[in-house]
């Protein structure tokens, strides 16, 4: 890729030192190895494009989430007898390397020695849902890639069956479209492979609740000329991923819609506000254009959040562990500094054996870097509350909000939260009796707040309750990711509005 398509923020992510570059793409940089001519070197960068530009901005962990991802698909693809790409990973790509690069854990995370291959110039694309560009040239034709659809499909809809929509693999510009039929003729083995890959990718998601609306596969052979899957594979950069909870909702709309990806979708509602989906990506004053975009921080943080969240919803592992544990890569894991509110002091005592136990470190120890408590109520405190969250609620990375009854201090907190601009996540944890009208009600007012913004057990689809809700809570901050931020529906408020206008 000619650097002038590359940002600033791209380019400025230093190449390796005494290795020779051959190729720097949008998100990752290609070397050649020192005595390994069969071989190459992979970095996938932080680097973000939307529309086919290259932005201005890095997120952060993006390229060490896309290389564990990878690895943890390509190595299912290998027990199923599926050859890929991958040679090593992580702490193992030192001894690919010269003795002073070997030992550095920051390139260890985003590192992958593959097979080098002769790459078919071709991105198979497999769909099993209706949307993007897919539903455009539907919405056009009737027809994708020369496939004829049922009439009637909306933004969303599921397919009667998966199909191969295979695109060119553009040097610059856009990908554009192939005849499925002509390419299956060319490369059958390939696209059987694509559609396996993909059955089986769907299968897996599912049981942790996500859809995998479409994606793509890059492939390769050998000099034997056996086939391989190269590059990356079942990635948020290279799939659609669904929440299959928000799908199922977004199917009783009046007009379907599609539901947010798990990737960087929130960039992209960004890009297109500035215009940026109607540039043409090879045209230079475009490319500048698109250069010029400041892309707000809060939008790059949220895209970090989703790319660690989707890792976690589908490898159950946070990413340090992944590394660690699974890629011998020295990382800590990351601690998160918590805080405890109840809305009473009534609360505590109800919870007391769990909050003996977090003391005395017997259970789940070392949990947080640093846990503190509050007893802070939003209808006797609000003044309180307000000034704890404009205060930056004393550096805690997430609040667990504990308490019963009509439960207004989960859902108060994190609209003040919002109102200040800051991105903490609070998770409700609902007390009382089984069975009792206080804990229902704490229930349901988790539950039912639009938009859920409480974070709740959204794989088990149930609110945190009762004392093994708030160990399962405590568990959720320790362990796991918590759901990235989502674009909320802002609705203006309205003083002294004419309500017969509304008749
Ligand atoms: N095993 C492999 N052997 C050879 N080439 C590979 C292999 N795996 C991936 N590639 C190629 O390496 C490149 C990876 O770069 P990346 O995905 O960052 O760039 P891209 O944006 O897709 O490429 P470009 O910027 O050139 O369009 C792709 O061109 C991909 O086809
Ligand atoms: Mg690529």
Redesign the pocket.
Known sequence: ?NNE?LSLARLSVPAIPGLKLL????????YAIPDHPDK?L?I?TD?L?IFDFVLNALVEDKGAVLTMMNHFWLTKLEKMGIKT?LIAAGAEVDQYLPEVLRGNTELQKQAMV??????IPVEFVVRGYLTGSGLKSYQETGTVCGHVLSRGLCDGDELLHPIDTPTT????GHDEPLDAAEIRQMYPEETALLLEIYAWARKFMRQYGIIIADTKI?L?RDEEGNL?V???VLTPDSSRFWSYDQWAQSRLLEKPKAPPPYDKQLVRNGGIHEGINKLDPSRLEDIAKAHSWWVPPELLEATTATYRYIFWRLTRARLESYQALELGINVAPRRRNLSIIFGSRSDIAKVKETLKALEDGEFLSGIAENVQYHVVSCHRNPFDLMRFVAGGCGGTDAIIAVGSKAFALPGVLDAFLYAHGRTIPVIGVALGKIGSADRAAAELSISELPGTPVVMDEVNKKVYAGEQGLRDALHRVAFAELPPLRPRKVAEAEFNINPHEYL
């Open positions: 890729m398509k190729h720097r793409g949008k998100v990752r940089d290609t190459l992979v996938a680097g494009s790409h593959v097979k080098k291959l002769m790459m693999k553009a040097e610059e890059e390769g391989y190269a590059d990356e």
